[in-house]
């Protein structure tokens, strides 16, 4: 099993930035990549970044140039830099862990992002 536990969400105003963080924990040799997914009420999840050990980081195309992934090999973890936020980026944002012994992934509980106009 992984664990992962999300952290960093909040009330931001438009413009403003954001950190996220996901931490991992359990069987952290078999993640062989994380990634971040956005909800909102009555919409499917969305893909917003992942970094895998093969490849670098992919993100969704609406936000390019403003969120960026990168991983802490050493802390298991996983940050979301989200800066120039808009009111469409508002979601919970969860993170996500893939490993080939565990078909839907690992995922986290979710932490809420606000942005007010």
């Known amino acids: 099993q992984v664990q992962l536990v999300e952290s960093g969400g909040g009330l931001v105003q438009t413009g403003g930035s954001l950190r996220l963080s996901c931490a991992a924990s359990?069987?952290?040799?078999?993640?062989?990549?994380m990634g971040w997914y956005r909800q909102v009420p009555g919409n499917p999840r969305e893909f917003v970044a992942s970094?895998?050990?093969?490849?670098?980081?992919t993100y969704v195309d609406s936000v390019k140039g403003r969120f960026t992934i990168s991983r802490d090999n050493a802390k298991n973890t996983v940050y979301l830099q989200m800066n120039s936020l808009k009111p469409e980026d508002a979601a919970v944002y969860y993170c996500?862990?893939?490993?080939?012994?565990?078909?839907?992934?690992?995922w986290g509980q979710g932490t809420q992002v606000t942005v007010s106009s």
């Open positions: 970094i895998t050990n093969a490849n670098g980081p």
């Open positions: 359990g069987r952290i040799f078999e993640i062989t990549g």
């Open positions: 996500s862990a893939d490993s080939p012994h565990v078909l839907q992934g690992y």
